[in-house]
């Protein structure tokens, strides 16, 4: 008793410092964004950004989830500014080698392709911040998601965080309390993290990031709502018991409908078969009363899931960089800052 009541005040104290640092980020001046700042400078980004989408999706769909992925990871990490597609240089080291983004965050090239692409069109215009947050909601939609309109008008950081890519970005074992307050610190309630992780309904997880759940050896505040005995064994017939051996195998995070953007997510999700711990903590935490009703909400009401989880998108997309609408800029390699690039 006394270690679930030590448990539970160390789990208050976190919230409250978060709702802390949340009202501090809230209190800043964000810039405002607006949904025709291209109209006249690049009246033909959507659609050239909606193309190359399209021919990367029918590539291979699983493109569509990991540039979603990178339109989350940008945005939590000194918000939606491109950070996150800077390589590292002698004088800055970005957040590629941050642990929630070494070996599983992709999508690079396809941003690279798109930007190109943009660039013969408007060069030095239309930033690469905008461009992965256009690309996120193309990529939805090709998949059979919502549609909704994205704000635009951001600028890129000429700075990244490799600490706050670490510090900010949830882990696939990380339990319900803690992944609440890093989505509350962002400017996200529990609705906006229940929607947005409804994102899992398309892409891939490593072994290295599901292995624990399939094993068992590790401490959660789940039920342990246990896994069907089929889907057990076929995962770990992917995934090795022994840590290091197959760690690049992957599994579909919904397993019904891999590339198809639905709600049979949150369906598997009550059965007990989440395939990562930070899934399954949704609808199976001691903590989680309110995160579980939402799950089972979006399992019986896909079109209330996609409306919620377009209004997520956008109030994400929106989390802004003051700094970088300072001092920022228009990259014109989505890798570099403009001042390493020869002029032509």
């Known amino acids: 008793m006394a270690l679930s009541s030590l448990k539970f005040f160390s789990i208050l104290q976190f919230l409250i410092i978060a709702f802390s640092m949340l009202s501090t980020r809230l209190n800043a001046d964000d810039p405002p964004l607006t949904l025709d700042y291209y109209a006249s400078s690049c009246p033909f ?23 979603v992925r990178l339109h989350m990871h940008d945005c939590f990490v000194q918000g939606c500014d491109g950070s996150v597609l800077m390589d590292d240089t002698v004088t800055l080291k970005g957040e590629k080698k941050a642990s929630q983004n070494l070996q599983s965050l992709k999508g690079f090239r ?5 930007k190109s692409m943009v660039e013969s069109e408007c060069p030095g215009i239309v930033s690469c911040a905008d461009i992965v947050t256009i690309a996120a909601r193309d990529a939805v939609m090709l998949v059979g998601g919502p ?10 950081a000429r700075t990244a965080s490799l ?38 309904t398309i892409g891939m997880a490593r072994c290295q990031n599901f292995r624990s759940r399939i094993y068992g050896d590790f401490e959660s505040t789940s039920d342990r709502s246990p896994m069907s005995e089929i889907y057990l064994s076929r995962l770990r017939s992917t ?10 195998n992957v599994s579909a995070l919904d397993y019904v ?14 059965t007990g078969d989440g395939l990562l711990n930070s899934d399954q903590e949704l609808y199976s935490s001691i903590f989680g009363v309110e995160t579980k009703q939402l799950v089972q909400c979006y399992a019986v009401d896909p079109l209330e899931f996609f409306k ?37």
């Not at 970088?324 to 390699?333: D, H, K, L, M, Q």
Request: net charge negative; aromatic share 8%; with cysteine.
């Open 163 to 200: 600490e706050l890519a670490n510090a900010n970005l949830p882990a696939a074992d990380e339990g319900l309390p803690s992944i609440v307050s890093k989505f509350l610190y962002q400017g996200l309630s529990v609705t906006d993290m229940v929607a947005l992780s409804g994102a899992h």
């Open 257 to 270: 409908t891999p590339n198809l953007f639905d709600n049979s997510y949150y369906q598997i999700l009550m």
């Open 45 to 67: 980004v959507f659609d050239i950004v909606r193309r190359v989408m399209e021919c990367e999706v029918l590539s291979d769909p699983r493109n569509a989830a990991l540039v």
């Open 147 to 156: 549609y909704w309109d994205v704000p635009v008008g951001r600028k890129d």
């Open 110 to 114: 396809t941003i690279d392709r798109i």
């Open 308 to 344: 919620q989880f377009a209004d997520s998108m956008v109030k994400m997309g929106n989390i802004t960089n003051a700094d970088s609408f300072a001092t920022g800029e228009v990259r014109r390699n989505c890798r570099f800052v403009n001042s390493l690039i020869r002029s032509e």
């Open 239 to 248: 995934c090795p018991a022994a840590p290091g051996s197959g760690d690049n």
